[in-house]
């Protein structure tokens, strides 16, 4: 045995030992532990492959002479071997030229990617799988993806059990609070309820005297129930008999519907608590119609 | 020519770096120049703004809300439509933040109101229940500093000719213009008026009173720049 062995053997022999301390001082160790098992004999291959491969170059660089034909030329006393080019390499590089030819003109042309290229093919594709998978959507399906909608998008305001958070915002869990109708009976109202520009006037425009507009805030925020006040008949020419609306004159009272909540989706509103974004951008008009029935299944 | 640039390896270096300097002025310069350009839509900062904006870096918002959106749909849904380039023109410097510990504000404005984040700012477990904001309670007694938003407005239109008392074109074919005054007070003045928009909308009794009394609390401005991101 030569000395260069022998170094390539103590060599060996310290590098797995650093690794059996290494891995054996780890969490776990070596048992049943198949990662740590295969990390020990990938470094085992690793270290005695390596080691021969080395003491086989060094051999080799030690005992080698050069042979084979000279070419006729050289350069300042440098000369070259003249040694046929492998056909492997020969192969890979003609090969190279082919696939360079495709990536260019056919593969990836000059311009043919872009990061809003790919995301304008994202959207179409999800729009087009999210149309296809829920156009007919209806009943309690409906419902549950507006829940989806209402906790992705409107908790924030309108509370997990959509009660408002104590007036932070309206509690959906009824149509109309008593407090909100005061407001819009004391300042009228013109928030697009209806789709369309239609203001409500004030309860004084109306001819309310102010214990009118007390009573029948109560009335509506109370859901209607209990004994109709006299002056709510003022309320009823728009709004219904029952509150139960009148289309293109007067929003339901006494309950929500899908028209009504998507114009409010729609165009945003400003109100007693405070102003409501809009969130037509933000929601596609599926999203739209199952918040509605969401909303709407809130208070039944 | 070149055996001589052979020889010279100064001259050969120097030719070298023209060479592929000229080729990044043909294909940087031009797309850079464009996509620096701001946006249709795209406003300077009012008085009342940068003073919010100022609030924003001093307590280190941007640490965690970015102010970027990603071109992925996943984010769009979430934030609204993906961030131009040009929308970042009169932000010195950006806030594109690194890391999402909160939420993206980039467009905050569309989707969140001022008394939103009056109750958010004061406790913010108090609307987004598990939320790891801390309150942000120093904001309601603090005054914002309008005369240093202010000197920004001047100096920005001074050297980087921000367009300001200039018609800018809107998304919707409109033109508004963004009034910088003509001297401190004028600033001072009309930054109240905005603030008292703000206040209007807010709960808090002593924001009011402090904006009725003509100073103006941190909160007002920074909701100010809230809303102004859209």
Not at chain 1, 162 to 173: F, M, S, V, W
Not at chain 1, 184 to 190: E, I, K, Q
Not at chain 1, 261 to 286: H, W
Not at chain 2, 11 to 36: R, Y
Request: hydrophobic share 45%; glycine share 10%.
């Amino acid at each position: 045995m030569n000395k260069l062995t022998l170094w390539g053997i103590i060599f060996a022999v310290l590098m797995l030992g650093l690794t059996w301390l290494s891995i054996g001082g780890s969490k776990g160790g070596l048992n049943d532990d198949i990662v740590n098992m295969l990390a020990v004999a990938g470094a085992i291959a690793l270290v005695v492959i390596s080691v021969f491969v080395v003491i086989k170059y060094v051999r080799q660089m030690q005992n080698d002479t050069a042979t084979g034909k000279l070419a006729d030329k050289n350069w300042d006393g440098i000369g070259e071997y003249k040694n046929e080019l492998p056909a492997g390499w020969a192969f890979i590089f003609l090969g190279t030229m082919v696939w360079g030819m495709w990536y260019f003109l056919v593969g990836y042309p000059v311009n043919a990617y872009s990061q809003i290229g790919e995301y304008n093919q994202d959207t179409a594709a999800h729009n087009a799988k999210f149309e296809a998978k829920y156009a007919n959507m209806d009943g309690t399906a409906l419902v549950d993806m507006g829940e989806a909608v209402f906790l992705a998008e409107c908790k924030v305001c309108h509370g997990l059990t959509a009660d408002g958070i104590d007036g932070k915002a309206a509690n959906l869990n009824q149509r109309l609070e008593a407090v909100v109708v005061k407001n819009v009976l004391v300042n009228g109202s013109n928030n697009k309820l209806l789709g369309f520009e239609f203001p409500m006037p004030t309860g004084t425009d109306l001819g309310l005297s102010a214990s009118d507009i007390d009573e029948i805030s109560a009335y509506i925020g109370n859901g209607l129930n209990g004994n109709e006040p006299a002056m709510f008949g003022v309320c009823a020419g728009c709004h219904g008999a029952q509150g139960e609306g009148l289309d293109g004159v007067g929003p339901q009272l006494n309950g929500f519907n899908n028209t009504l909540v998507t114009n409010i989706l729609t165009y945003g509103k400003k109100g007693a608590i405070g102003t409501m974004p809009k969130f037509a951008d933000r929601l596609n008009a599926k999203q739209i119609e199952a918040a509605s029935a969401y909303v709407t299944s809130l208070s039944k | 020519m070149f055996h001589w640039l052979e020889k010279h390896p100064f001259f050969f270096a120097v030719g070298v770096f023209v060479t592929i300097a000229f080729a990044g002025l043909i294909e940087i310069v031009p797309n850079f120049a464009e996509a620096s350009r701001p946006s249709i839509g795209t406003k300077p900062y009012t008085t009342l703004e940068l003073a919010g904006r100022h609030v924003y870096i001093k307590n280190s918002c941007n640490a965690c809300h970015s102010q970027l959106i990603r071109p992925f749909k996943a984010e769009t849904d979430r934030y609204g439509d993906y961030s131009l380039s040009g929308e970042y023109a009169y932000d010195r410097p950006f806030l594109w933040g690194s890391k999402r510990t909160g939420p993206d504000l980039m467009r905050v404005g569309n989707y969140r109101t001022t008394d939103w984040h009056e109750n958010h700012m004061r406790d913010p477990r108090s609307v987004v229940p598990g939320s790891i904001m801390p309150a942000y309670a120093w904001l309601f007694e603090n005054s914002a500093d309008v005369d240093t938003a202010y000197a920004e407005q001047v100096t920005v239109r001074d050297f980087f000719s921000v367009p300001y008392n200039q018609e800018i074109p809107m998304k919707d074919g409109s033109k508004e213009t963004v009034v910088l005054a003509d001297t401190l007070a004028g600033a001072q003045a009309s930054a109240l008026e905005e603030a008292k928009l703000v206040a209007a909308d807010m709960k808090d009794k002593s924001v009011q009173d402090a904006v009725s009394a003509g100073q103006i609390p941190e909160i007002v401005a920074l909701i100010a720049y809230m809303n102004s991101l859209k």
